[in-house]
């Protein structure tokens, strides 16, 4: 059975950092790619991040410099470290098995809410 496990975010400060994690099972990261999301109330969802299987990283242009992906094989997870973050990065962060665009098959993580607040 195919899942994703997130785990991290919280309440951090403006320019403060925080990362997340997207543990995985039923698979292995090698073989398939992972993205990670956000959706701020009252916004669609947007791509932040991805990772493809053959370890090729990309990132929305708002995020770059600041977010970095990352993938512990061994651990068979992802994750997304990220700094410098601002309050309109207020967010609920998903990770997908997909880059950028997610189909109906794809996988999501339960979600983590992240609050960048003074």
């Known amino acids: 059975q195919v899942q994703l496990v997130q785990s991290g975010g919280g309440l951090v400060q403006p320019g403060g950092s925080l990362r997340l994690s997207c543990a995985a099972s039923g698979f292995t990261l090698d073989y398939r790619d992972i993205g990670w999301f956000r959706q701020a109330p009252g916004n669609g969802r947007e791509g932040v991040s991805c990772?493809?299987?053959?370890?090729?990283?990309y990132y929305a242009d708002s995020v770059k410099g600041r977010f970095t992906i990352s993938r512990d094989d061994a651990k068979n997870t992802v994750y997304l470290q990220m700094n410098s973050l601002k309050p309109e990065e207020t967010a609920v962060y998903y990770c997908a098995t997909a880059c950028w665009v997610v189909h109906a098959y794809d996988h999501w993580g339960q979600g983590t809410q992240v609050t960048v607040s003074s």
């Open positions: 990772i493809t299987s053959d370890g090729t990283t």
